[in-house]
């Protein structure tokens, strides 16, 4: 049928002696017109590039039997349209222009020549290694910061846990997934190209300004300025309304967040020392309520004497963290309540003393609730009551239960195991959020941060480059 259409007639009569049959034996359907091959726009072919027109050898003429005038003695051609004794006269020349520069410069005598070397620091932009052609804006990022935060920004992720390993012993980064991701989602934004291709990445700097490659840099969402006046604030609203679970989730979270994230000058470097220890007292103060909530109700603990001994000393270190003035009169009211109920009345004199030492809103200690849940609990203290109840202790400063709290020793609480570190004794500690830890602990992931390596140290978080 191809043979029919196209006018292949010989090809057709041919088909037809092979198969046996003739052409009234087929039933052919009715043939258009047959399909012509496109015709160039451009005739390329009649003016193709230019080609150096080709010559026989001596050999081809040879072959082909045209020997006349041929002869293997024959000089050969010119080389660059210059004959034999041109090309010596010049040679010549350019001898005795050497000899006589080297003449003039004779006296000059500067030794060898100097071989340049390569300036190993300095990277041009064009260059593969600084991110010229086939590299991304994302690659630049990593090669242009020393900042894990960038690098995550960029993808790199293997290379910033690399360096917050280094920096402050960061060994376990499954807390930190939700920040990485975070970060490296917000420094993008795609816009939708046709149906079927990838969309067009559009990178998003902080260095809004700033025209060398080598120098941009990626927005980091969520900075220093918002957790302190955000996520920071949501954690102390958590402690007044007594909603230690949530706070303690907070506070972890802006120590994940300042962990992974870049500030721009020095005196944000030491503000966001100081975020990080807040949040690291917020949540050891925290974990230690909570594990005195954990020991269970409070008919059950006041029947367990080791039950008991143990929630009155964890009430007592809850007022050991370095937390806000009105928050910290909040543990201490608590430790003085379940203090006074314990029979422990010379403790609850050294937290009354404390909490009026303190000072603060009157009001705010009438009106506030301490934080332990309302059914263990009847009477609220308040100052007023804690000057009367200071009065009752000094009439009988003895306690009913023996604890290991020395109100006039100084210690910090181990972060692992909520006992004291009395001053003098050897102790671990992160690297990190400075969370303090017995020396047996060493090694350990740090229960704050949960990041990092107890008792490993590096060369400390870089926050600003």
Known sequence: MTAKAHGLEEECQSILEATGLTEDQLNLPTFGQPLTPPKPVVPTYQANWPTKATSQSI??????????????????????????EEEEGAAKRDALGEADEDEEAGGWDMGEDIAAEADEGFVTVESTE?????????????RNSPLAVDHVAGGSFETAMQLLNRQVGAVNFAPLKPRFL??????????????????????VRRTVGESDLRKVLPIIPRDLEYLASNDLQRGYDSMKTNKLEDGLRIF???????????????????????????????????????????????????????????SLELVAYFTIPKIEVPHRQLALLNAMTLAMRAKNY???????????ANGG?????????????????????????????????????????????????????????????????????????????????KGTVCTVCEVCEVGKHGSGLKLFA
Not at 59 to 76: I, M, R, T, W, Y
Not at 347 to 355: G, H, I, Q, W
């Open 346 to 356: 010379n403790s609850a004199l050294s937290f009354a003393n404390r909490m009026l």
């Open 130 to 142: 600084a991110g010229g052609a086939g590299s991304s804006e994302a690659e630049l990022w990593a």
């Open 252 to 310: 972890k979270g802006i120590l994940h967040s300042v962990l992974v994230n870049a500030v721009g000058s020095e005196s944000e470097v030491a503000e966001a020392k100081k975020l990080i220890a807040s949040a690291s007292e917020y949540a050891v103060a925290m974990s230690i309520e909570l594990a005195r909530r954990a020991l269970g109700p409070t008919d059950a603990v006041n029947k367990n004497p080791a039950l008991l001994k143990r």
């Open 182 to 203: 975070e970060v490296y989602q917000a420094s993008k934004t795609y816009l939708p190209a046709t149906a079927g291709l990838p969309p067009l990445v559009n990178y």
């Open 361 to 441: 809103s009157a009001k705010m200690l009438e009106n506030v609730r301490p934080p332990v849940p309302p059914s263990h609990h009847k009477k609220i203290l308040t100052s007023p009551q804690a000057r009367k109840t200071k009065a009752q202790c000094e009439r009988n400063p003895h306690d009913a239960v023996e604890i290991e709290f020395d109100q006039f020793a100084e210690f910090e609480i181990c972060a692992a195991s909520h006992t004291p570190i009395y001053s003098g004794s050897a102790f671990e500690e992160c690297a990190f959020d400075g969370a303090k830890y017995h020396a047996k602990y």
């Open 59 to 84: 050999f081809e003429k040879a072959l082909l039997g045209q020997v006349e005038g041929l002869s293997l003695e024959d000089e050969p051609a010119a080389t660059n349209g210059l004959g034999d």
